[in-house]
Protein backbone atom coordinates (compact mmCIF):
# COMPACT_ATOMS: atom_id res chain seq x y z
CA UNK A 1 0.00 0.00 0.00
CA UNK A 2 1.31 3.42 -1.08
CA UNK A 3 0.96 5.85 1.95
CA UNK A 4 -2.13 8.44 1.51
CA UNK A 5 -2.24 11.32 3.01
CA UNK A 6 -5.67 12.35 5.40
CA UNK A 7 -7.81 13.77 3.50
CA UNK A 8 -9.07 17.46 4.06
CA UNK A 9 -12.59 17.86 4.99
CA UNK A 10 -12.49 21.13 2.94
CA UNK A 11 -11.32 19.73 -0.55
CA UNK A 12 -12.89 16.98 -2.25
CA UNK A 13 -11.61 14.62 -5.06
CA UNK A 14 -13.14 15.25 -8.38
CA UNK A 15 -16.06 13.37 -9.31
CA UNK A 16 -15.68 9.70 -10.18
CA UNK A 17 -11.92 10.76 -9.41
CA UNK A 18 -11.00 6.77 -9.13
CA UNK A 19 -13.14 5.53 -11.78
CA UNK A 20 -11.27 8.41 -14.47
CA UNK A 21 -8.35 7.55 -12.90
CA UNK A 22 -8.68 3.77 -13.51
CA UNK A 23 -9.87 4.62 -17.19
CA UNK A 24 -7.02 6.72 -17.91
CA UNK A 25 -4.71 3.68 -17.29
CA UNK A 26 -6.79 1.47 -19.28
CA UNK A 27 -5.98 3.41 -22.64
CA UNK A 28 -1.93 3.28 -22.92
CA UNK A 29 -2.26 -0.30 -21.59
CA UNK A 30 -4.61 -1.34 -24.19
CA UNK A 31 -1.96 0.21 -26.59
CA UNK A 32 1.01 -1.92 -24.61
CA UNK A 33 -1.09 -4.91 -24.46
CA UNK A 34 -0.73 -5.23 -28.48
CA UNK A 35 2.60 -3.26 -28.61
CA UNK A 36 4.55 -5.28 -26.37
CA UNK A 37 4.10 -8.81 -26.84
CA UNK A 38 2.68 -8.60 -30.86
CA UNK A 39 4.96 -5.53 -32.15
CA UNK A 40 7.90 -7.50 -32.71
CA UNK A 41 6.17 -10.18 -34.41
CA UNK A 42 4.76 -7.81 -37.19
CA UNK A 43 8.40 -6.71 -37.57
CA UNK A 44 9.47 -9.98 -38.09
CA UNK A 45 7.02 -10.22 -41.31
CA UNK A 46 8.77 -7.38 -42.51
CA UNK A 47 11.47 -9.86 -42.47
CA UNK A 48 14.17 -7.80 -40.49
CA UNK A 49 16.98 -9.71 -38.92
CA UNK A 50 17.20 -10.01 -35.00
CA UNK A 51 19.70 -7.14 -34.72
CA UNK A 52 17.04 -4.44 -37.03
CA UNK A 53 14.30 -5.53 -34.38
CA UNK A 54 16.56 -4.94 -31.27
CA UNK A 55 17.30 -1.50 -32.64
CA UNK A 56 13.89 -0.52 -33.38
CA UNK A 57 12.28 -1.61 -30.14
CA UNK A 58 15.65 0.12 -28.72
CA UNK A 59 15.74 3.47 -30.15
CA UNK A 60 11.87 4.49 -28.84
CA UNK A 61 13.06 3.88 -25.31
CA UNK A 62 15.78 5.86 -25.40
CA UNK A 63 13.43 9.05 -27.30
CA UNK A 64 10.96 8.18 -24.73
CA UNK A 65 13.81 9.05 -21.69
CA UNK A 66 14.97 12.09 -22.97
CA UNK A 67 11.54 13.26 -23.73
CA UNK A 68 9.73 11.89 -20.72
CA UNK A 69 12.02 14.12 -18.13
CA UNK A 70 11.17 17.70 -19.54
CA UNK A 71 7.35 17.11 -20.12
CA UNK A 72 7.27 15.87 -16.55
CA UNK A 73 9.21 18.77 -15.45
CA UNK A 74 7.02 21.59 -17.10
CA UNK A 75 3.59 19.60 -16.09
CA UNK A 76 4.33 19.84 -12.57
CA UNK A 77 4.21 23.79 -13.59
CA UNK A 78 1.09 23.95 -15.80
CA UNK A 79 -2.39 24.83 -14.18
CA UNK A 80 -4.02 21.02 -15.52
CA UNK A 81 -1.27 18.18 -15.93
CA UNK A 82 -4.18 16.45 -17.87
CA UNK A 83 -3.56 18.76 -20.63
CA UNK A 84 -0.16 17.24 -21.83
CA UNK A 85 -2.55 13.70 -22.77
CA UNK A 86 -4.44 15.32 -24.98
CA UNK A 87 -1.36 16.39 -27.44
CA UNK A 88 0.43 13.00 -26.45
CA UNK A 89 -2.34 10.78 -27.79
CA UNK A 90 -3.55 12.84 -30.07
CA UNK A 91 0.52 12.78 -31.67
CA UNK A 92 0.89 9.05 -31.29
CA UNK A 93 -2.36 8.75 -33.33
CA UNK A 94 -0.67 10.27 -36.01
CA UNK A 95 2.36 7.89 -35.83
CA UNK A 96 0.35 5.11 -35.53
CA UNK A 97 -1.76 5.90 -39.04
CA UNK A 98 1.85 6.48 -40.45
CA UNK A 99 3.24 3.02 -39.65
CA UNK A 100 0.51 1.76 -42.23
CA UNK A 101 2.90 3.39 -44.83
CA UNK A 102 5.64 2.18 -43.38
CA UNK A 103 7.77 -0.69 -44.81
CA UNK A 104 11.39 -0.45 -44.82
CA UNK A 105 13.79 -0.12 -41.61
CA UNK A 106 14.82 3.34 -42.21
CA UNK A 107 11.15 4.37 -42.00
CA UNK A 108 9.74 1.79 -39.46
CA UNK A 109 12.45 3.29 -37.38
CA UNK A 110 12.08 6.95 -37.51
CA UNK A 111 8.02 6.37 -37.55
CA UNK A 112 8.38 4.61 -34.36
CA UNK A 113 11.28 6.59 -32.23
CA UNK A 114 8.63 9.63 -33.50
CA UNK A 115 5.97 7.62 -31.68
CA UNK A 116 8.20 6.91 -28.55
CA UNK A 117 8.50 10.62 -28.07
CA UNK A 118 5.10 11.64 -28.52
CA UNK A 119 3.56 8.96 -26.27
CA UNK A 120 6.45 9.24 -23.56
CA UNK A 121 4.50 11.72 -21.51
CA UNK A 122 1.14 9.79 -21.22
CA UNK A 123 1.43 6.93 -19.05
CA UNK A 124 4.09 9.10 -16.11
CA UNK A 125 1.62 11.94 -16.29
CA UNK A 126 -1.23 9.57 -14.89
CA UNK A 127 0.70 8.01 -12.58
CA UNK A 128 1.53 11.76 -11.00
CA UNK A 129 -2.56 12.59 -11.31
CA UNK A 130 -3.36 9.18 -9.60
CA UNK A 131 -0.75 9.62 -7.08
CA UNK A 132 -1.59 13.31 -6.21
CA UNK A 133 -5.20 11.76 -5.39
CA UNK A 134 -3.65 9.14 -2.70
CA UNK A 135 -2.01 12.09 -1.22
CA UNK A 136 -5.17 14.85 -0.95
CA UNK A 137 -7.72 11.70 -0.53
CA UNK A 138 -6.52 9.05 0.40
CA UNK A 139 -7.24 6.86 -2.84
CA UNK A 140 -6.06 3.33 -2.96
CA UNK A 141 -3.47 3.05 -5.93
CA UNK A 142 -3.49 -0.33 -6.30
CA UNK A 143 -6.75 -1.27 -6.67
CA UNK A 144 -6.86 1.85 -9.29
CA UNK A 145 -3.34 1.20 -11.03
CA UNK A 146 -5.06 -2.65 -11.22
CA UNK A 147 -7.93 -1.56 -13.82
CA UNK A 148 -4.74 -0.61 -16.41
CA UNK A 149 -3.51 -4.11 -15.98
CA UNK A 150 -6.67 -5.64 -16.68
CA UNK A 151 -7.23 -3.82 -19.99
CA UNK A 152 -3.85 -5.31 -21.11
CA UNK A 153 -5.15 -8.59 -20.15
CA UNK A 154 -8.23 -8.22 -22.35
CA UNK A 155 -6.13 -6.41 -25.35
CA UNK A 156 -3.21 -8.68 -25.41
CA UNK A 157 -6.15 -12.04 -25.73
CA UNK A 158 -8.04 -10.50 -27.65
CA UNK A 159 -5.53 -9.29 -30.16
CA UNK A 160 -3.96 -13.45 -30.05
CA UNK A 161 -6.77 -14.13 -31.57
CA UNK A 162 -7.33 -11.83 -33.91
CA UNK A 163 -3.24 -12.03 -35.08
CA UNK A 164 -3.75 -15.74 -35.23
CA UNK A 165 -6.39 -15.64 -37.41
CA UNK A 166 -4.58 -12.74 -39.72
CA UNK A 167 -1.92 -12.52 -39.25
CA UNK A 168 0.93 -9.98 -37.84
CA UNK A 169 -0.72 -7.37 -40.22
CA UNK A 170 -3.16 -6.61 -37.72
CA UNK A 171 -0.80 -4.90 -35.32
CA UNK A 172 -1.11 -1.78 -36.78
CA UNK A 173 -4.49 -1.63 -37.19
CA UNK A 174 -5.55 -2.76 -33.56
CA UNK A 175 -2.59 0.20 -32.92
CA UNK A 176 -4.75 2.85 -34.51
CA UNK A 177 -7.45 1.39 -32.15
CA UNK A 178 -5.33 1.87 -28.58
CA UNK A 179 -4.46 5.10 -29.84
CA UNK A 180 -8.01 6.41 -30.25
CA UNK A 181 -9.02 5.73 -27.52
CA UNK A 182 -5.90 7.53 -25.45
CA UNK A 183 -6.92 10.65 -27.27
CA UNK A 184 -10.24 9.83 -26.08
CA UNK A 185 -9.48 9.02 -22.30
CA UNK A 186 -7.60 12.45 -22.31
CA UNK A 187 -10.86 14.18 -22.10
CA UNK A 188 -12.17 12.55 -19.43
CA UNK A 189 -9.00 12.26 -17.21
CA UNK A 190 -9.12 13.90 -14.14
CA UNK A 191 -8.66 18.06 -14.01
CA UNK A 192 -7.36 18.25 -10.53
CA UNK A 193 -5.02 21.36 -10.71
CA UNK A 194 -1.86 22.52 -9.77
CA UNK A 195 0.15 20.39 -7.91
CA UNK A 196 0.16 21.68 -4.23
CA UNK A 197 2.95 23.75 -2.56
CA UNK A 198 1.97 23.30 0.83
CA UNK A 199 0.70 19.39 0.94
CA UNK A 200 -0.65 17.44 4.17
CA UNK A 201 2.26 15.16 5.79
CA UNK A 202 2.40 11.59 4.90
CA UNK A 203 1.47 8.91 7.18
CA UNK A 204 5.06 7.54 7.18
CA UNK A 205 7.78 7.18 9.82
CA UNK A 206 9.80 9.52 8.08
CA UNK A 207 9.33 13.04 6.81
CA UNK A 208 9.21 13.52 2.73
CA UNK A 209 12.89 15.14 2.30
CA UNK A 210 13.65 18.22 1.00
CA UNK A 211 15.36 18.90 -2.77
CA UNK A 212 14.51 14.70 -2.65
CA UNK A 213 15.06 14.35 -6.30
CA UNK A 214 18.99 14.65 -5.30
CA UNK A 215 18.68 12.46 -2.75
CA UNK A 216 21.36 9.60 -3.05
CA UNK A 217 19.38 6.47 -1.55
CA UNK A 218 16.23 7.35 -3.75
CA UNK A 219 18.80 7.74 -6.46
CA UNK A 220 20.17 4.14 -6.05
CA UNK A 221 17.25 2.55 -5.76
CA UNK A 222 15.42 3.97 -8.59
CA UNK A 223 18.75 2.89 -10.80
CA UNK A 224 18.95 -0.46 -9.19
CA UNK A 225 14.88 -1.05 -10.02
CA UNK A 226 15.48 0.28 -13.41
CA UNK A 227 18.20 -2.38 -14.09
CA UNK A 228 16.50 -5.03 -12.62
CA UNK A 229 13.51 -3.78 -14.72
CA UNK A 230 16.22 -3.70 -17.77
CA UNK A 231 16.68 -7.28 -17.47
CA UNK A 232 13.08 -8.30 -18.91
CA UNK A 233 14.18 -6.76 -22.26
CA UNK A 234 15.44 -9.97 -23.81
CA UNK A 235 11.62 -11.44 -22.70
CA UNK A 236 9.77 -8.29 -24.00
CA UNK A 237 11.63 -8.22 -27.65
CA UNK A 238 12.25 -12.17 -28.45
CA UNK A 239 9.34 -14.06 -25.98
CA UNK A 240 6.85 -13.49 -28.79
CA UNK A 241 8.90 -14.87 -31.82
CA UNK A 242 10.82 -17.76 -29.45
CA UNK A 243 6.95 -19.21 -28.66
CA UNK A 244 5.84 -19.00 -31.97
CA UNK A 245 9.89 -20.87 -32.99
CA UNK A 246 8.86 -23.60 -30.56
CA UNK A 247 5.43 -23.82 -31.71
CA UNK A 248 2.82 -21.69 -29.80
CA UNK A 249 0.39 -20.48 -31.75
CA UNK A 250 -0.93 -17.08 -31.44
CA UNK A 251 -3.90 -17.61 -28.69
CA UNK A 252 -1.41 -19.33 -26.68
CA UNK A 253 0.95 -16.53 -27.05
CA UNK A 254 -1.48 -14.21 -26.04
CA UNK A 255 -2.72 -16.41 -22.98
CA UNK A 256 1.16 -16.43 -21.75
CA UNK A 257 1.21 -12.47 -21.86
CA UNK A 258 -2.11 -12.41 -20.11
CA UNK A 259 -0.69 -14.54 -17.35
CA UNK A 260 1.60 -12.41 -16.47
CA UNK A 261 -0.70 -9.68 -15.99
CA UNK A 262 -3.49 -11.67 -14.44
CA UNK A 263 -0.42 -12.83 -11.72
CA UNK A 264 0.46 -8.84 -11.86
CA UNK A 265 -3.27 -8.00 -11.21
CA UNK A 266 -3.75 -9.96 -8.21
CA UNK A 267 -0.30 -8.06 -6.53
CA UNK A 268 -2.27 -4.72 -7.29
CA UNK A 269 -5.59 -5.97 -5.55
CA UNK A 270 -3.89 -6.62 -2.80
CA UNK A 271 -1.61 -4.40 -2.37
CA UNK A 272 -3.17 -2.89 0.61
CA UNK A 273 -2.53 -6.63 1.91
CA UNK A 274 0.94 -6.56 1.24
CA UNK A 275 1.39 -2.88 2.55
CA UNK A 276 0.32 -3.78 5.84
CA UNK A 277 2.73 -7.06 5.96
CA UNK A 278 6.23 -5.74 3.89
CA UNK A 279 7.99 -2.84 3.88
CA UNK A 280 8.83 -1.38 0.38
CA UNK A 281 12.78 -2.79 0.69
CA UNK A 282 10.96 -6.18 1.03
CA UNK A 283 8.96 -5.94 -1.82
CA UNK A 284 11.67 -4.60 -4.23
CA UNK A 285 14.59 -7.33 -2.65
CA UNK A 286 12.14 -9.88 -2.97
CA UNK A 287 10.90 -9.35 -6.73
CA UNK A 288 14.38 -8.84 -7.87
CA UNK A 289 15.72 -12.25 -6.46
CA UNK A 290 12.43 -14.02 -8.31
CA UNK A 291 13.80 -12.10 -11.02
CA UNK A 292 16.98 -13.86 -11.31
CA UNK A 293 15.38 -16.88 -10.91
CA UNK A 294 12.95 -16.72 -13.69
CA UNK A 295 15.48 -15.93 -16.06
CA UNK A 296 17.42 -18.98 -14.99
CA UNK A 297 14.50 -21.12 -15.47
CA UNK A 298 13.31 -19.40 -18.68
CA UNK A 299 15.92 -21.39 -21.30
CA UNK A 300 14.87 -24.79 -19.68
CA UNK A 301 12.49 -27.16 -21.84
CA UNK A 302 9.25 -26.28 -20.33
CA UNK A 303 6.30 -26.88 -22.58
CA UNK A 304 3.26 -25.01 -22.34
CA UNK A 305 2.29 -25.65 -19.21
CA UNK A 306 5.71 -24.80 -17.42
CA UNK A 307 6.01 -21.13 -19.63
CA UNK A 308 2.55 -20.42 -18.01
CA UNK A 309 3.48 -21.08 -14.86
CA UNK A 310 7.06 -19.39 -15.13
CA UNK A 311 4.62 -16.12 -16.09
CA UNK A 312 3.22 -15.76 -13.14
CA UNK A 313 6.64 -14.75 -11.90
CA UNK A 314 5.39 -11.44 -13.39
CA UNK A 315 3.75 -10.62 -10.31
CA UNK A 316 6.83 -10.59 -8.50
CA UNK A 317 9.39 -9.18 -10.79
CA UNK A 318 7.52 -6.85 -11.61
CA UNK A 319 4.29 -5.92 -9.40
CA UNK A 320 6.39 -6.29 -6.44
CA UNK A 321 9.30 -3.95 -7.14
CA UNK A 322 6.95 -1.28 -9.00
CA UNK A 323 4.79 -0.98 -5.87
CA UNK A 324 7.83 -0.86 -3.51
CA UNK A 325 9.82 1.50 -5.55
CA UNK A 326 6.82 3.76 -5.58
CA UNK A 327 5.82 3.90 -2.34
CA UNK A 328 9.66 5.16 -1.65
CA UNK A 329 8.83 7.55 -4.42
CA UNK A 330 5.58 8.97 -2.66
CA UNK A 331 8.23 8.54 0.93
CA UNK A 332 10.73 10.74 -0.09
CA UNK A 333 9.59 13.47 -2.63
CA UNK A 334 6.93 16.20 -2.05
CA UNK A 335 3.97 16.62 -4.09
CA UNK A 336 5.65 19.80 -6.04
CA UNK A 337 7.87 17.58 -7.22
CA UNK A 338 5.98 14.40 -8.19
CA UNK A 339 5.67 14.29 -12.01
CA UNK A 340 9.34 15.26 -11.59
CA UNK A 341 9.99 12.28 -9.52
CA UNK A 342 8.43 9.98 -12.00
CA UNK A 343 9.91 11.58 -14.96
CA UNK A 344 13.69 10.93 -13.40
CA UNK A 345 12.38 7.51 -12.47
CA UNK A 346 10.63 7.11 -16.00
CA UNK A 347 14.35 8.16 -17.40
CA UNK A 348 16.66 5.73 -15.75
CA UNK A 349 13.83 2.91 -16.47
CA UNK A 350 13.71 4.04 -20.09
CA UNK A 351 17.92 4.27 -20.82
CA UNK A 352 18.29 1.25 -19.37
CA UNK A 353 15.55 -1.00 -20.57
CA UNK A 354 16.52 0.79 -23.63
CA UNK A 355 20.45 -0.08 -23.87
CA UNK A 356 19.76 -3.56 -22.71
CA UNK A 357 16.85 -3.69 -25.50
CA UNK A 358 19.86 -2.80 -27.94
CA UNK A 359 22.02 -5.59 -26.54
CA UNK A 360 19.24 -8.24 -26.99
CA UNK A 361 19.64 -8.47 -30.46
CA UNK A 362 22.94 -8.79 -30.40
CA UNK A 363 22.55 -11.77 -27.57
CA UNK A 364 19.85 -13.25 -29.04
CA UNK A 365 21.31 -13.76 -32.34
CA UNK A 366 24.63 -15.05 -30.78
CA UNK A 367 23.17 -16.89 -27.73
CA UNK A 368 19.38 -17.28 -28.82
CA UNK A 369 17.17 -18.65 -25.73
CA UNK A 370 20.59 -18.82 -23.28
CA UNK A 371 20.91 -15.60 -23.77
CA UNK A 372 18.15 -15.06 -20.64
CA UNK A 373 21.58 -16.51 -18.25
CA UNK A 374 22.65 -12.89 -19.19
CA UNK A 375 19.29 -11.43 -18.22
CA UNK A 376 19.47 -13.01 -14.88
CA UNK A 377 23.31 -11.59 -14.65
CA UNK A 378 21.43 -8.48 -14.93
CA UNK A 379 18.90 -8.93 -12.17
CA UNK A 380 21.39 -9.86 -10.12
CA UNK A 381 23.24 -6.01 -10.41
CA UNK A 382 20.04 -4.44 -9.91
CA UNK A 383 18.94 -6.64 -6.45
CA UNK A 384 22.46 -5.79 -5.02
CA UNK A 385 22.08 -1.88 -6.02
CA UNK A 386 18.71 -2.15 -3.94
CA UNK A 387 20.57 -3.71 -1.29
CA UNK A 388 22.88 -0.79 -1.09
CA UNK A 389 20.37 1.55 -1.43
CA UNK A 390 18.36 -0.19 1.69
CA UNK A 391 21.61 0.49 4.19
CA UNK A 392 22.04 3.88 2.61
CA UNK A 393 18.68 5.16 4.66
CA UNK A 394 19.77 7.21 7.74
CA UNK A 395 19.29 5.23 11.14
CA UNK A 396 17.00 6.39 13.86
CA UNK A 397 18.20 6.81 17.22
CA UNK A 398 14.63 6.76 18.48
CA UNK A 399 14.91 3.03 17.94
CA UNK A 400 17.99 1.94 19.06
CA UNK A 401 19.97 2.77 16.30
CA UNK A 402 18.37 0.43 13.98
CA UNK A 403 17.67 1.36 10.57
CA UNK A 404 13.71 1.88 9.42
CA UNK A 405 12.05 -0.36 6.91
CA UNK A 406 9.53 2.56 6.42
CA UNK A 407 7.43 2.73 3.28
Request: proline share 6%.
Given at each position: ??????????????????L???????????????????????????N???????????????????????????????????????????????????????????????V???????????L???????????R???????????????????????????????????????????????????????????????????D?????????????????????????????A???????????????????????????????????????????????????R??????????????????????????????????????????????????????????????????????????????????????????????????????????????????????????
Open positions: MIPASIPSPAGRAPPYFRRSALSYCAPLIVNGIALPFFPVWLATLFTDHEIGIILAVPMVVRVLVAPVVALFADRMKERAYVLLWSGGLSLLTAIALFWANDFTTVLLYALQGATYAPYPVVESITISGVRWGIDYGSTRVWGSIAFIVSTLIGGQLIGAFGGSMVPPLMVVGFVLTTLMALYCPRIGPTRRRGHPLIKAPPIGNALRNPQLLLTMIGVSIQQASHLFYTFASIYWHHIGFSGTQVGVLWSAGVTAEVTVFFLSKRLGRRFSAWTLMFGAAMCVCRWIIFPMDLGFSGHFVLQCFHAFTYACVHLGVQRRIVATVQETQEASAQGVYFFYNGMCLGLATIASGYIYAWLGVAGFYTMALLAAVGLGMIITAFYLQPQSSGNGGKTLESA
